[in-house]
């Protein structure tokens, strides 16, 4: 598989004025913030193909196990906006049960990460700040306990697979190509259509003929 990265250009713009401004990420746009990754098989001939069928709901993945398929008013706007994209690119919309060539499973897919931090060096950079003097006990030290948290990150995604349907053998589906759209906005509903559409825009090959 290939894969291809999509950083918007106008970060690397921003970057090279970094001498004027002290935050350059904070002036970014949630269009311009998020990021796109697609991956491309290298024997694929996407012109070969010429109608597809895209799922009826969206899987959520949480930690790498399904929970349950979804149908919400973003699940449906992602869905509408592959079908969309595929049209564009000349494919057909058949019905899943009508034999399509591609198949294009959808997933929102959210990882938790578990860490733990602590303040052992509390006292040596803060406490210090604090002079027992100011409590009207001159000559005292400070004790600390050492200090320790748990923190949990959750990272989330959407993840577009086109699965090649006209050629199975050896009872295998051969993914052909995937898209993942991660960072802000990825989970508005009014952002789907600009998402997938990037996704497309980086993937010129994706064209019936």
Not at 11 to 34: H, W, Y
Not at 113 to 134: L, Q
Request: charged fraction near 15%; include cysteine.
């Amino acid at each position: 598989m290939k894969a291809t990265v999509l950083i918007i250009s106008s970060i690397m713009s921003i970057f090279v004025l970094t001498g004027c401004v002290k935050e350059p990420l904070d002036n970014l746009s949630q269009d311009e913030a998020r990021i796109y990754i697609t991956n491309r098989s290298d024997s694929a001939n996407f012109s070969s193909y010429s109608t597809f069928s895209v799922v009826d709901s969206v899987a959520i993945i949480r930690n790498n196990q399904l929970l349950r398929k979804s149908l919400t008013d973003l699940d449906v706007a992602y869905i509408n906006a592959v079908k969309q994209q595929m049209q564009a690119r000349g494919y057909t919309l058949v019905s899943h049960s009508a034999h399509p060539d591609l198949g294009i499973n959808i997933s929102r897919v959210y990882n938790t990460y578990t860490g733990v931090f602590s303040y052992n060096d509390y006292w040596g950079y803060y406490g210090g700040f604090w002079d027992p003097w100011y409590w009207g006990y001159p000559g005292y030290g400070y004790f600390f306990p050492p200090l320790y948290g748990v923190y949990q990150i959750t990272d989330g995604a959407v993840t577009i697979d086109m699965i090649d349907l006209k050629n199975t053998k050896a009872k295998e589906l051969k993914v052909i190509w995937n898209g993942l759209i991660r960072g802000s906005g990825t989970f508005y509903t009014d952002k789907a259509a600009v998402s997938v559409e990037a996704l497309f825009a980086q993937s010129t090959y994706i064209k019936a003929n």
